[in-house]
């Protein structure tokens, strides 16, 4: 691999070296908990799925018995911005998208008996799950976030295009060679790991796959597929993927991409435009999240699925960690 492909050229050797300086000075002493701490992290910046595994690992944590905290940034909320304290969300509480952010938003409603902590900083969020009587942590998106001791580090893999590349060519916030301070990756369904071979080798590998596809209302009631030819309105990483697995299944709708994590009010008014002039829309769970209650009297369809994590995975999990 050539050292143009590793470091994305100059601005991406800057990039990686800076993140790296900052993770080292922050992580000299990291905090430790007395409860397991879990990250599920990436070194891909944005889109490499680390919300369906936070989502899943809670679901299954909790079905072993454990009341399982999640301190999650918020990114495109007030709580994910600048000094604003962490804000605890207790089981079968609500969050709003403006305050907490789409991912923080949908994690509330797919994993509603877990207690989130949404806000930037991850060791104050983590330490009021604790003082809040959690018996397990998941720190969404902690691998470049050193602070804080964690019992495992898990990276998410996935498919993306840029996944091999440093920014701003390609999407990596680290040099590929983080990948073997992993404890374990998490290799999402489709993603091209042979140049983990060359970053690391031998590490310990768990390969996730997704239930089969689903539509839902708003309401979260099962329906039936859309009509071929509605707008696919998409505010999520890689937007192409989810295109061509709808065409695989027959349908040609129009894709409409957003930024990701696009600010509900910025993109707001065009995503109802084109709603209303097709007669409805697609979206996908996260962007129901952010621009549910927009939609209210026009037909949408919202494309769900679960991601399924092995069982050696959950025994690997209560195995490497200590007991709560």
Partial sequence: MGADTVSGGFLGILYASVREARRRAHGGSPLKLDLPVVSIGALQAGGAGKTPVAVALCRALQEEGLLVGVAIQGVGGRLGRGDTPPKLS???????VKDAGDEAVLLRREAPGAVLAVGRDRITAATALAKGGVDFILLEDGFQWSGLHRDLDFVVVSGAPGGETVLPKGRLREWPSAYGRADALLIMPGANTAFLDEWA???????????????ETLDH??????????????AIADPNSLLEELRAEGLDPLLIPFPDHAPMDAHRNRMLREARAYGGVILTTKDAARWGDALEGIPTWVRTRTLLLPSELIQYVLATTPAP
């Fill in 221 to 234: 009631n099962a329906t039936t597929a859309p009509p071929p030819n509605l707008p696919l309105c998409a």
């Fill in 201 to 215: 080798p031998g590490g310990t590998r768990f390969s996730l796959s997704w239930g089969s596809p689903r539509w």
């Fill in 90 to 96: 207790a089981p079968g509480s609500t969050l709003s």
